[in-house]
């Protein structure tokens, strides 16, 4: 198809997501969108990676944002940046944005990015996938009469290089770092980390699924446990609006890959099997069981990076946003109160001990 019949796409940050997740989904995606550019402050990373798709290449953020055939960004570069990024890129006067998660690491900055984008009328798509998932939309549509009193997320996973190498060659990645669980500090980094960095793919999710007992999210959140889980993860218990919320991830060599979000009340339960990270191998199973009766929604061709990516498309051609600024905002601001008191309470446990 014509360059001109396709979407010009310009990625920020040349990282194992780009390389793994991003540019094998685009080149799926190529009757849609094409990748014109790629930045990253390696000039050795944003070459290679660019060349494997013939995309040119940049250190320089603003020379992507100028460059008029980079009609949709995409970001993909550290956290602390994805803020100040989104914005430049509306300013820039894109079609789309979508920025990987969490697009923001305040509420603060999320208002700014939601004035932003209304004043310049650039939409935001975060990237989570799981939002956008085909069996979870279908489980969803289909499951109404499910309020929960319980809502398990529970993500077993080998390290992201297994997966990574799998996609792709990898072009760098960050070097591992070791472990002390008598450190308070680095204890409460790995659970905070763990919530914004795994958790996170389930928690909007989650979100609706206690919205459905009454609550009215952002709610109050009662972290009951929080602490790591060896050898790399977390176990958090939490309460939110009345429902009991466990949060359990581990990455380990050991233990065969599995990704689940289970909900329950006393007639019914949800349970979706999702592909983990990387994995672009179809949507999501989910199955829902109420008074003996049970659903099976069978995975689809599309996963949720396509979906996501789909969704760029849409709202690149002028389409609403199928997530809304106010709900992008809401979720952030969930994911963020949980990952603080998570963090603080496990912080708090590593000190009593080591203080005894």
Not at 296 to 321: F, H, K, S
């Amino acid at each position: 198809m014509a360059d001109r019949n396709r979407i010009g796409v310009g990625i920020l940050g040349a990282g194992p997501v780009t390389q793994a997740i991003h540019l094998p989904t685009l080149v799926r995606l190529s009757d849609t969108f094409r990748v014109v550019r790629i930045m990253d402050v390696d000039a050795s990373v944003a070459q290679a990676v660019a060349a494997r798709v013939s995309a040119d290449w940049t250190t320089d953020q603003a020379e992507l944002l100028d460059d008029p055939a980079v009609e949709v960004v995409a970001i993909c570069s550290p956290h602390a940046f994805h803020a100040d990024q989104v914005i430049a890129a509306c300013r820039a006067g894109k079609k789309a944005v979508l920025c990987e998660k969490p697009f923001a690491v305040s509420a603060e900055e999320a208002a700014r990015i939601a004035e932003v984008s209304e004043q310049t009328g650039v939409p935001v798509v975060v990237g989570a996938m799981h939002a956008y998932d085909a069996g979870w939309i279908a489980a969803m549509k289909n499951s109404e009469a499910l309020a929960p009193h319980t809502v398990r997320s529970s993500i077993v996973l080998p390290p992201n290089s297994r997966f990574e190498d799998f996609a792709t060659e990898v072009v760098t990645r960050p070097a591992p770092f070791a472990l002390d669980l008598d450190d308070p500090d680095a204890v409460a980094r790995v659970v905070s980390g763990g919530i914004l960095g795994l958790a996170i793919h389930d928690l909007p999710l989650i979100r609706q699924l206690v919205n459905r007992v009454g609550s009215t999210l952002p709610a109050d959140v009662t972290v009951l446990r929080s602490e790591t889980v060896s050898p790399f993860g977390y176990l958090v218990i939490l309460e939110v609006g009345g429902v009991v919320v466990e949060l359990h991830g581990v990455m380990s060599e050991n233990w065969a890959p599995s990704w689940h979000l289970t909900a329950f009340d006393d007639v019914s339960a949800l349970d979706v099997e999702f592909t983990p990270s990387y994995v672009q191998a179809g949507s999501s199973t989910a199955t829902f069981a109420q008074e003996g009766r049970t659903t099976i929604y069978t995975p689809t061709d599309d996963n949720g990076y396509e979906q996501e990516w789909i969704e760029i498309g849409r709202v690149a051609l002028g389409a609403a946003p199928l997530i809304p600024a106010s709900v992008l905002i809401d979720d952030l601001a969930f994911a963020l109160d949980i990952a603080d008191k998570a963090s603080t309470a496990a912080r708090t446990a590593v000190a009593e001990r080591t203080a005894a």
